[in-house]
DNA sequence: CAACAATATTTGTACATACAAATGTAATGC
DNA sequence: GCATTACATTTGTATGTACAAATATTGTTG
């Protein structure tokens, strides 16, 4: 469905107003088709965080390392990390050298979980992108970048 | 900057998942470069509610009808809209035929920081997309569309 | 016309997020 | 070694959001 008729507009937008608006309601799109996440009491942040932990490889990582590399930079990454201590997903401890900073892992229950939703979520991505065919793929992401290129901002 | 550079990642991604990352990673980079509207006490959602009774020209509109429009359809337009109309926003009546409905208006007031914003808003989509030409913005809103041209979801 | 279902909106509750200020720790200059 | 600044994280507070349940009104059926 075209951007007008899903936000149900009658006047034709300009193609640069169209642009902003569709990459804002696709996003949205993609995070209401995303329910594996809510379904295993996980937000989006949290799987990312857990994602960002595996991908440390048993390095611990800092809560400003993981802040940089989220897709969602929230404010709060402290009270995000909280959540998933209790759920026993990340284990944080008091980084020896400088105890400024914390040390976080992800568990083993956090590892179990993810390699649970890996193949859900591979499949979710596949049929997102099903009718995109490999060099549409390349194409959307050169442009979304492009768009991002802007150094004015952020 | 590509998105993997952008979020830190090491390992190579399949297009299709970072297609999907890539949205939404722009998604959240064009909210946080909106600053025009926190400025003016506004959030993304209460402009878009503006903007859809704007387009309304007179003519009352129900939360439903909003609710449908919006590009983020958060489940709560009912306390969306009591901030808008107690900044005077926005006008609230109960409909003569249908009682259950809600007619809502733009004020004058509503009307005058929607047309303050307007240049504003402007010169921010021509910002953003500065570095895409014509051409490629038709091509990032179709394949933004054919993404979302999934059926099986939503 | 009473009972029930459907529709439109609101409210309750729990949780998430934004921004600023506060805390605790380390590094630097004098 | 003490004060000052910078750094890393946490907390406070206000606001926003999600989902379910509640309320109010209208339409339908026996």
Same mark, same amino acid.
């Not at 008729?5 to 169209?18: F, L, S, V």
């Given at each position: 469905?075209?951007?007008?008729? @899903?936000?149900?507009?009658?006047?034709?937008?300009?193609?640069?107003? /169209? @642009?902003? =608006? #569709?990459?804002?309601?696709?996003?949205?799109?993609?995070?209401?088709?995303?329910? $594996?996440?809510?379904?295993?009491?996980?937000?989006? &942040?949290?799987? #990312?965080?857990?994602?960002?932990? %595996?991908?440390?490889?048993? *390095?611990?990582?800092?809560?400003?390392?993981?802040?940089?590399?989220?897709?969602?930079?929230?404010? #709060?990454?402290?009270?995000?990390?909280?959540?998933? !201590? /209790? *759920?026993?997903? !990340?284990?944080?401890?008091?980084?020896? &050298?400088?105890? %400024?900073?914390?040390?976080?892992? =992800?568990?083993?229950?956090?590892?179990?979980?993810?390699?649970?939703?890996?193949?859900?979520?591979? $499949? $979710?991505? +596949?049929?997102?992108?099903? $009718?995109?065919?490999?060099?549409?793929?390349?194409?959307?992401?050169?442009?979304?970048? +492009?768009?991002?290129?802007?150094? *004015?901002?952020?």
């Amino acid at each position: 469905m075209s951007i007008e008729k @899903a936000i149900k507009t009658t006047a034709p937008m300009e193609p640069r107003n /169209k @642009a902003v =608006i #569709n990459v804002l309601y696709t996003s949205r799109y993609l995070e209401a088709t995303a329910t $594996h996440f809510k379904e295993n009491d996980l937000t989006m &942040q949290q799987y #990312n965080v857990l994602r960002i932990l %595996r991908g440390q490889k048993g *390095k611990p990582a800092n809560v400003m390392t993981v802040q940089e590399r989220m897709i969602d930079r929230s404010s #709060n990454t402290t009270r995000l990390i909280d959540k998933l !201590v /209790k *759920k026993s997903l !990340v284990k944080r401890q008091v980084c020896q &050298q400088n105890r %400024r900073k914390i040390e976080l892992f =992800i568990t083993s229950e956090g590892m179990e979980l993810l390699s649970s939703l890996d193949p859900i979520i591979e $499949h $979710h991505n +596949k049929e997102i992108t099903q $009718h995109l065919t490999a060099k549409e793929l390349e194409t959307l992401n050169l442009l979304l970048d +492009k768009m991002r290129n802007n150094d *004015k901002h952020l």
